[in-house]
């Protein structure tokens, strides 16, 4: 399985950006789709989830301004980000738990200026 993650950019703050990323190869029954990001200098943290049925699961920092969505016929999942702030500077890296083993994207740098 390969994801390709699309979207990142330089954006001011309270900008939007739409994060994408897509799964190609032996795909199966993807059970879990999200994003996790890094900042410079700090642990890979959980940013949102979003199961095969829809159901969603966001970090606390980001309820209310990033929005994750996916398109099963398509294997792909979005990631929607409002109202952007400087501290959402990071890497992002699309996952997907496919048969209990996770694969991950490439990253995609997401840079808010102030």
């Not at 190609?24 to 900042?39: E, L, V």
């Not at 996952?95 to 200026?113: E, R």
């Amino acid at each position: 399985v390969q994801l390709q993650a699309s979207g990142g950019g330089l954006v001011q703050a309270g900008g939007s950006l739409r994060l994408s990323c897509a799964a190609s190869g032996r795909i199966g029954s993807i059970n879990h789709m999200g994003w996790f990001r890094q900042a410079p200098g700090k642990q890979r943290e959980l940013v949102s989830t979003i199961t095969r049925g829809g159901n969603t699961d966001y970090a606390d920092s980001v309820k209310g301004r990033f929005t994750i969505s996916r398109d099963n016929a398509k294997n792909t999942v979005y990631l929607q980000m409002n109202s952007l702030k400087p501290e959402d500077t990071a890497v992002y890296y699309c996952y997907v738990d496919q048969a209990g083993y996770d694969y991950w994207g490439q990253g995609t740098l997401v840079t808010v200026s102030s």
